[in-house]
Each structure stands twice: as structure tokens, then as C-alpha cells.
């Protein structure tokens, strides 16, 4: 059963861009021009330039900001405000995840690659606001990025939080691979990653249903 494999975990880490929201919503279109339109403006150029150093950072550095800052020198601040100021219209709340969540024993929390204001908006918009023990944004980490190990180290002391008693669900493959060398139950939300690799230890398109066969 899937449940013996979490008999263990006492804190929940949740992503939170489509992880605690379907793929289907379509935030990240919005976000993705805003962080192209924020590079052109930033760096002075054209939107083709601009929308290939956005994917080349994220590529390379785990994030666009951690490109910018690292080759540019780029404030975060006004970037991650820049980028999340976007309409949220198309969430709905999911009474049904909120259960879910809240049924798991232990300590819940929001990791993101996002700022924590951003976490803030989703969760309330998702109607998952006052269910979470913290929500914790990429400022937290001292804008590291998640996957970089030394991102999670600095949340999880920051929590308390022990990774051999924990459990990490995220939709990007890349940020599975530092909380599974750090003892966590590793869940996928979303489609198969290719072939199953050892950093993912389960996958779920359906996260709520997912977290059903671990309380029911």
C-alpha cells in the first residue's frame, strides 16, 4: 500500500504553481510573459532575445531570477512583483484538496519558488488559506532557487523541520532530486517524467486523490 510508505512523515512540503492547482489554469502562461517582458525591459532586448535567456536561466540556473541575478545583477524585489502581479480568475476553490491536506498528521507547509505573497493569493484563491503551518517564498532562501540543495537546507532549518520525517510534493522533477538525497518520501504531481528515476519515488496526476490513499 501506498500508505506504508508515509507511516513515517510528520511534515508535509507542498509546491505550490501547479502543484496545489491544476496545470489547467494556466497561471504560468501569464507568468512567462511577464518574466519575457520584465527581461526586455531589464536587459534591453527584443522579445525573441528576452524569451530565450528567460528559458536558457531556467534551464541553467533553476529559475529565470537566479539568471538575472547572477549574470545582471538584477534586484528580485521588483521582478517577483512584476511577475505575480497576475489574474487569478481562473482558480476555484477545492474543498476536497483542503480536506485532504488537512487530514494529514503533522506539520503542512508551502515551498515555493514564488514569493510568499503570491502563496498568500493562490491558497486563498484555492480556498486552502489557514490550513498550512507556513508558506515560505524564494525571499526565504535568500533567493535561492529551489533545486539547489543549499534552498531547501536554508527552509528546512528555518522550519525545523527533520527531511528524514518528511514528505516533498512538486511538479518540476528537478526539485525532487535534493529533498530525495535528503531522506524525503518524494511525490511527482503531474505527468510520468520519461522513465521512472530513483529521485522520484511516486507520481500522482491527481493530488487529491493521491492524498486520499494516505488517510482513508
Not at 40 to 60: F, I
Not at 187 to 210: K, M, N, Y
Amino acid at each position: 500500500m501506498v500508505r506504508n510508505a508515509f507511516t513515517h512523515v510528520r511534515a508535509w512540503v507542498f509546491d505550490l504553481d501547479n502543484t496545489l492547482y491544476p496545470v489547467s489554469a494556466r497561471l504560468f502562461d501569464q507568468i512567462e510573459v511577464r518574466m519575457t517582458d520584465y527581461v526586455m525591459q531589464a536587459l534591453g532586448v527584443d522579445r525573441a532575445r528576452a524569451d530565450h535567456l528567460r528559458k536558457h536561466y531556467w534551464h541553467t540556473y533553476g529559475t529565470t531570477l537566479a539568471g538575472l541575478m547572477r549574470e545582471h545583477d538584477v534586484d528580485p524585489a521588483p521582478y517577483l512583483d512584476h511577475v505575480h502581479d497576475i489574474s487569478l480568475d481562473r482558480l476555484r476553490p477545492d474543498p476536497d484538496l483542503r480536506a485532504r491536506i488537512m487530514a494529514l498528521p503533522g506539520r503542512k507547509v508551502i515551498y515555493t519558488n514564488g514569493p510568499q505573497i503570491h502563496a498568500e493569493r493562490v491558497t486563498e484563491a484555492r480556498g486552502l488559506s489557514g490550513i498550512f503551518d507556513a508558506v515560505y517564498g524564494v525571499e526565504h532562501a535568500g533567493f535561492r532557487p529551489k533545486p539547489e540543495r543549499a534552498a531547501f537546507e536554508t527552509i528546512f532549518a528555518a522550519d525545523g523541520l527533520d527531511p528524514a520525517r518528511a514528505a516533498m510534493f512538486e511538479d518540476d522533477h528537478r526539485n525532487l532530486l535534493a529533498p530525495h538525497e535528503m531522506g524525503m518520501a518524494c511525490v511527482l504531481v503531474g505527468p510520468e517524467h520519461g522513465d521512472r528515476q530513483d529521485h522520484i519515488h511516486h507520481q500522482t496526476d491527481d493530488l487529491s486523490a493521491f492524498l486520499s490513499r494516505l488517510t482513508d
